[in-house]
């Protein structure tokens, strides 16, 4: 029986609030505020994911191709 891979799906970029959301009163935290943090946490998430995603194989591809071969 062979194991199965682990879900790991790729992160959903958070919802970014309409301009009526702001009450224009100053909050802090504003709503936008708060998803310019949820952003941040994306982008880190996202960049975890992709770096998860890249098979070994697509690694050693990359830094190969760069390298000249002998006559």
Known sequence: MSARPLADPK?????????EECCGSGC?????DRYEEAMERYRDAL??????????ARRRAKTSSGT???K
């Open 28 to 32: 802090s935290p504003c709503v936008f």
């Open 68 to 70: 000249k071969r002998g």
């Open 47 to 56: 960049r975890a994911w992709e770096a998860r995603q890249a098979s070994p």
């Open 11 to 19: 992160p959903e970029p958070p919802r970014q609030p309409e301009l």
